[in-house]
């Protein structure tokens, strides 16, 4: 069984730190807590792209009233194109909503097929990616999240996340900087990476720890050794 750790800091950088296992997350503005973070082998990210200005037609109204209103988060209207330069600089880069960024030409943008048509979302989603791979496309029923448990306005389905781990190759660190309910952490975990994610509002924030933890504890049973809980400082600004 895994130990979750929760301290509160004085740090500048991050206001909640919780180690679970293989996984490192924050709570926190990932703008003030990406420069202070070591390496990692790869970058798997669904950051906010201001969409709620960006919409038009019948939909927009109820899409904003999800995300917003119903979603309790603050949306950026910009996107965060400084951090989103910043994350091209990983050896291996996806981004989704990788066309609403102005990013360099891609060999290999992912695509996600929704499957199902409706009238106020789109029929696919794009990523974009720096790896040296062809273009690849994964089909999963957007409906289907449903199943799975919906916990996040924007939620990825977990099936999309862990072919997008799978595509980072054997990549041992994996971040999501704006990781919502930690979709992108539950299949790094489930595919035995580590990962680290930082979200900013204290509602996912909460559902991503406990996914993430529901999901190592899942991992531990196949293990000789549960993994033991690593303590974070009080005070310090260290970080993973
Ligand atoms: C599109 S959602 C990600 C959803 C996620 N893929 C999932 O499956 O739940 C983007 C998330 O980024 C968070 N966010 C926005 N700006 C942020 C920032 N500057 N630092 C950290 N998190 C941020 C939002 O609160 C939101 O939960």
Same mark, same amino acid.
């Given at each position: 069984m895994n130990e979750r750790t929760i301290q509160a800091s004085s740090s500048p950088h991050w206001i909640d730190r919780c180690q679970i296992g293989d996984a490192t997350?924050?709570?926190?503005?990932?703008?003030?807590?990406?420069?202070?973070?070591?390496?990692?082998?790869?970058?798997?990210? !669904?950051? =906010?792209?201001?969409?709620? $200005?960006?919409?038009? &037609?019948?939909?927009?109204?109820?899409? +904003?009233?999800?995300?917003?209103?119903?979603?309790?988060?603050?949306?950026?209207?910009?996107?965060?194109?400084?951090?989103?330069?910043?994350?091209?600089?990983?050896?291996?880069?996806?981004?989704?909503?990788?066309?609403?960024?102005?990013?360099?030409?891609?060999?290999?943008?992912?695509?996600?097929?929704?499957?199902?048509?409706?009238?106020?979302?789109?029929?696919?989603?794009?990523?974009?990616?720096?790896? !040296?791979? =062809?273009?690849?496309?994964? $089909?999963?029923?957007? &409906?289907?999240?449903?199943?799975?448990? +919906?916990?996040?306005?924007?939620?990825?389905?977990?099936?999309?996340?862990?072919?997008?781990v799978d595509r980072v190759g054997d990549a041992a660190v994996i971040l999501d900087p704006f990781m919502g309910s930690g979709s992108t952490g539950v299949a790094a975990i489930q595919m035995g990476r580590k990962f680290i994610g930082i979200e900013r509002e204290p509602k996912y924030f909460d559902i991503a720890c406990r996914r993430i933890e529901d999901a190592q504890r899942q991992e531990s049973l196949f293990e000789p050794e549960a993994p033991k809980a690593e303590q974070t400082a009080l005070f310090g600004s260290e970080v993973a």
């Open positions: 997350l924050y709570l926190g503005d990932c703008r003030e807590i990406l420069p202070t973070l070591p390496r990692v082998d790869a970058v798997i990210t !669904d950051p =906010p792209y201001g969409m709620g $200005d960006k919409l038009s &037609g019948s939909g927009s109204g109820r899409w +904003k009233k999800l995300y917003v209103e119903k979603g309790g988060f603050s949306w950026d209207q910009e996107a965060p194109q400084e951090v989103v330069e910043l994350l091209l600089k990983a050896d291996k880069a996806i981004i989704w909503g990788g066309n609403f960024f102005e990013l360099p030409p891609s060999r290999a943008w992912l695509v996600w097929n929704k499957i199902i048509r409706n009238f106020s979302t789109s029929v696919c989603e794009l990523a974009w990616t720096n790896l !040296d791979r =062809p273009v690849d496309a994964f $089909d999963y029923s957007h &409906g289907q999240l449903a199943t799975e448990g +919906k916990h996040h306005p924007t939620q990825k389905p977990l099936p999309l996340m862990k072919w997008c």
